[in-house]
């Protein structure tokens, strides 16, 4: 199932991006976007780094570490974020693999990944996810405790948040959660503001966002979640 039309995919997702970015001032100076690749295989993904895109998204370590080294051996200035929930046993390996950890959400990963991060030398850059619906489902800190373990990771742990990310509930209306998530990262001293997937990346650019994890709409359905 080879995907022949990433550029063209590429194209109408990172224009309808822009179109947003500068709809709804005063614009972030970038938004980024992270195509998430999550269960798609090695060769899905590969028209993507051929017509461009660097930035991308996975869920699940294991998958994760079978899929990107090759393609890392392949292409230039990857940059890979890990969208989904961090086991701590998995602390050492994904300080190996991303160059984003979206995922920061209890004291045991924040001191985990301290630890090995000291250990490889290497310095991933961190965010926290807010679990901004409080669904019980879901991962994340509490909306309410979200600004006072932003500043425990710094102060406590050592490491430098750069921002909060955050998924909110299905079949709601997400623009007042993104409203939320914006007031949260204010007050945390965010620069990173990760929200907006395929449905609703456009209302999250409009609440803010510096960061949309689109999957579906860059690489089709997929058949396992
Ligand atoms: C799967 C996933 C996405 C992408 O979702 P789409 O609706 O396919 O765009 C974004 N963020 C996270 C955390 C995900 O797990």
Not at 80 to 88: A, D, E, K, V
Not at 140 to 152: D, M, S, T
């Amino acid at each position: 199932m080879a995907i022949d039309n990433a550029a063209e995919r590429l194209d109408i997702i990172r224009s309808r991006i822009e179109r947003a970015r500068r709809r709804f001032g005063p614009p972030p100076a970038r938004v980024e976007l992270v195509a998430v690749s999550k269960t798609f295989a090695a060769d899905d993904v590969r028209p993507f780094l051929d017509a461009g895109q660097r930035v991308f998204g996975e869920n699940r370590v294991q998958e994760a570490a079978a899929k990107w080294p090759g393609l890392r051996g392949s292409y230039d200035g990857i940059e890979l974020h890990l969208i989904g929930p961090l086991q701590s046993n998995k602390a050492k390996e994904a300080v190996a693999l991303f160059d984003v950890i979206e995922t920061v959400d209890r004291e045991k990963i924040a001191v985990a990944l301290k630890a090995e991060m000291d250990r490889m030398g290497k310095r991933p850059r961190l965010l926290v996810q807010v679990n901004i619906g409080l669904e019980p489902q879901k991962a994340g800190i509490a909306p309410a405790e979200a600004v006072a373990f932003v500043a425990r990771c710094r102060d406590v742990h050592g490491l430098a948040i750069e921002g909060v990310m955050a998924i909110p509930p299905e079949g709601v209306p997400s623009g007042p959660y993104f409203a939320h998530m914006a007031e949260l990262a204010a007050a945390a001293g965010a620069t990173t503001l990760s929200m907006g997937m395929s449905a609703d990346f456009e209302t999250a650019i409009a609440m803010g966002a510096t960061h949309v994890r689109v999957g579906s709409a860059l690489f089709g359905h997929r058949s396992a979640p």
